[in-house]
Structure formats: C-alpha cells, structure tokens
C-alpha cells in the first residue's frame, strides 16, 4: 500500500508568479484535502475534493484553486503569488463514507517560499 | 465559521511527568481526531472519537471526546523523550450524511527534558 506522495518536496517563488503542487493520494483513497501550514501554526484547511468535485473550501482567495483527477491524484495551483504564501503545503487523502470518515493519510508536503 | 481551540499552545515536561492538552470546538462535532507532527514531519493519524462520552486508549495515551462532542483531551501518562512533537486535534462535521472537512486546532507543542 502506497502513501501519499507530494511533489515537489521545495520550491522557489517570486512574488507574483504562479505554481502548480501535485499529489498522489495513497491507494484507495477517493478524497483529497489540501492544508497550508505556516511555521508554528496548526494546518489550515484550503479545500477538499472528492470524485474530481469540490467538497468544501475554506477561507482562501480564489487565486487558490485545485484539481481532482479521475485516478484520485490532485493539484493544488497558486496564482499572483504572495509572501505570505510562504508555507509548507500538505496534501491529505482519505476514503469519504456516508458514516463517519477515518483518519486522514498526509503527504510529507511541499515547503513553498515566495520571495 | 467553525473554530477549533486547544490550550495550552506549549508544555514543557520532565521525561516521566504526565501531559495533557485540551481541545474545544465553537460547534458540535460528529468526530474528532487526534494527530501528532514531529519536528520537520508531517502529521500522522492517531485517533478517532466518535461517540458522546466516548474513551480510547492506546497504551500511554488516553484520549476524551466529551458529553456534548463540542471537547477533547488527549492525556500522556509518563511521558517518554518519543512523545516530542506537536498534538493537533482536528473535528469535522457532517452535513446531511456527507463527510465534512477537518478544521485543524493550532496544536500543543510537546517538550520532555531527560
């Protein structure tokens, strides 16, 4: 069984520039949610996916937005980039049941730094 | 919006003390889950509380979810120097019987001196 798998590790950025992260949700899994996590602070939810729909976003600009690929793979794509979306972006899949979800399985992230 | 607190944000114990954070939810939850993030990691799945009053133990952790399922805590019992790291709990709510989204609390930050 594969876990989630995020790419690339680190990355770059000047301020105004856009970028595209890719994950890989772990086998099985039909639900990917994306979190930003700023250094010493909790993740924050940006949004989830589920069956290539958006199944809730939090409170992010629309200069956030995402993908969900039929094989359950996501992206997450950041435009104008700003300094403070400098942070360490975590993918998170997990299987949607009517009851209930378990545990999510986290990607080991992408540390973004917009300069 | 919904909102996840946990208290304290830091705890510094002697390794062999006892640890506990605590987590509390402006709305009731239909779940809450339990994650630890070591230093430079990810956060990993712990638990999951389900039920009213509901508690689960995994050898020297305790975890609470309270009477209302608007609370938790996670208790250590003689914290060991593997326990460093950050605890999150996260609480989602379900809408009409679709799984809701997990909002994340700022997390306790665990220290142990040996």
């Known amino acids: 069984e594969t876990g989630v798998t995020q790419s690339p590790t680190h990355l770059i950025k000047t301020r105004g520039q856009q970028v595209t992260l890719r994950c890989s949700s772990q086998?099985?899994?039909?639900?990917v949610s994306w979190y930003q996590q700023a250094l010493g602070q909790g993740p924050q939810f940006i949004f989830q996916?589920?069956?290539?729909?958006?199944?809730g976003r939090g409170n992010f600009p629309p200069r956030f937005s995402g993908l969900q690929f039929p094989n359950y793979s996501s992206e997450l794509n950041v435009n104008a980039l700003e300094l403070d979306d400098s942070a360490l972006y975590l993918c998170?899949?997990?299987?949607?049941?009517?009851?209930?979800?378990?545990?999510?399985?986290f990607g080991s992230g992408t540390r973004l730094t917009v300069v | 919006g919904q909102q996840v607190m946990q208290i304290p944000q830091y705890q510094h114990v002697q390794e062999g003390e006892d640890f506990t954070t605590y987590c509390n939810s402006s709305?009731?939850?239909?779940?809450i889950q339990w994650y630890k993030q070591r230093p430079g990691g990810h956060p990993v799945f712990l638990i999951q509380?389900?039920?009213?009053?509901e508690v689960k133990k995994q050898k020297r952790l305790t975890f609470q979810f309270g009477e209302a399922k608007k609370n938790s805590s996670l208790h250590i019992t003689a914290t060991q120097t593997t326990d460093v790291g950050t605890y999150f709990c996260?609480?989602?709510?379900?809408?009409?019987?679709?799984?809701?989204?997990?909002?994340f609390g700022k997390g306790t930050k665990l220290s142990v001196k040996p």
């Open positions: 998170a899949s997990s299987l949607a049941l009517r009851q209930p979800s378990y545990g999510y399985t």
């Open positions: 996916y589920y069956r290539e729909e958006e199944n």
């Open positions: 996260a609480g989602a709510r379900n809408y009409g019987g679709s799984q809701g989204n997990l909002i």
């Open positions: 509380l389900v039920k009213s009053g």
């Open positions: 086998s099985g899994h039909n639900t």
């Open positions: 709305t009731t939850l239909s779940n």
